[in-house]
């Protein structure tokens, strides 16, 4: 069955998450990076990125917060983008931990079984296999613009949040030197800067929002009309989200949701449901796996209500928007 909703559909179903979430007081701010106490804890951002370049958005969607583990999604990509599916399948893998996102267990119990980029250990493999190979700068270029292209406009990092997370990254620092053994492709401390870098970026829910979008537009990017990457990537990345999106908790997400999304400790959750729209929220408390807690709630709140179910059978399509084509 087609269901076809318009913008005022999500226009409503986007305020109607915000008054019945705002008051929410769960959860609590990521510490375990010392910048990330200090944000605001009371921040709160929803943005939906319609398949047109329409953005609807209600809170402090303009607010730049630490993309964090969001920005595994895009690096994902490129490393797609630049190799194929098959090779960033067959050099990191699609699979699931089961595990919290920087466990060192999960290393230990691959046992050479290739893990998936959405996790710490892959997403520093993504970052040691994005071209050009020994080239810090030009990796950290090419991740950059990348996302901006994403997110049609551009980003930076937030040099605190930087400075901060490279000063406390040890977890990280084993990480990157355990996998080095046979799944690490440049030079791991060089890796682990870039990983470091990319997740110190400071987004704002309707950057996230259109890079959503983005990906739901098969590459498209529905704000500027350029394309980004290639067309086949969107199930490859939507099927990872889906299946790792919240570590430990996402079998959880997706049995209640639907909505293949990934989160990050910056407060950020970015949900895409391909063909049809990104949909964003941000506010920084989290539960104990490190995924927020209010904006789990508004983006449950929002898939139940316009029927964002990519399980369902259902098809929720936008009426009268036509995708931006490149
Ligand atoms: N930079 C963070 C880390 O590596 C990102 C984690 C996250 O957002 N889940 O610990």
Not at 7 to 29: F, I, L, S
Not at 297 to 308: R, T, Y
Request: proline share 5%; aromatic share 8%.
């Amino acid at each position: 069955m087609i269901q076809k909703i318009d913008k005022k559909a999500v226009q409503d179903a986007v305020q109607m998450a915000y008054d019945r979430c705002k008051n929410e007081t769960g959860g609590k701010n990521a510490d375990y990076i010392p910048y990330l106490a200090d944000v605001p804890s009371n921040l709160f951002g929803i943005a939906a990125c319609l398949p047109d370049g329409d953005v609807v958005a209600v809170g402090d969607t303009d607010y730049k917060f630490g993309i964090e583990s969001v920005s595994k999604v895009p690096t994902a990509i490129l490393a797609m983008n630049q190799y194929g599916g098959q090779e960033v399948l067959g050099k990191i893998g699609a699979d699931a931990t089961g595990l919290p996102f920087n466990s060192i267990m999960a290393i230990l119990l691959e046992n050479d079984h290739p893990s998936t980029p959405l996790v710490n250990a892959g997403a520093i493999s993504a970052c040691s296999m994005i071209k050009p190979v020994g080239d810090s700068d030009g990796k950290w270029k090419a991740i950059v613009s990348f996302i901006a292209d994403l997110a049609g406009s551009d980003v930076a990092v937030i040099d605190e949040l930087y400075k901060s997370e490279t000063a406390t990254n040890f977890n990280n620092k084993s990480i990157a030197w355990l996998k080095n053994y046979n799944r690490i492709y440049d030079d791991p401390d060089m890796a682990l800067d870039i990983y470091t870098r990319q997740c110190s970026i400071g987004v704002t829910a309707r950057q996230l929002a259109t890079m959503a979008a983005t990906i739901a537009n098969s590459g498209v990017n529905p704000v500027t009309g350029k394309a980004v990457f290639k067309p086949e990537l969107t199930p490859k990345i939507a099927s990872m989200m889906a299946t790792v999106g919240f570590y430990e908790h996402t079998g959880d997400w997706l049995f209640t949701t639907g909505l293949p999304a990934k989160t990050g400790v910056g407060g950020g959750i970015m949900g895409v449901v391909p063909g049809v729209m990104g949909v964003v929220a941000f506010a920084p408390p989290l539960d104990g796996a490190g995924n927020s807690v209010k904006a789990q709630k508004a983006l449950a709140f929002i898939a139940g209500h316009l029927n964002l179910n990519v399980f369902g059978t259902t098809r929720c399509v936008m009426a009268g928007k036509e995708p931006v084509k490149a």
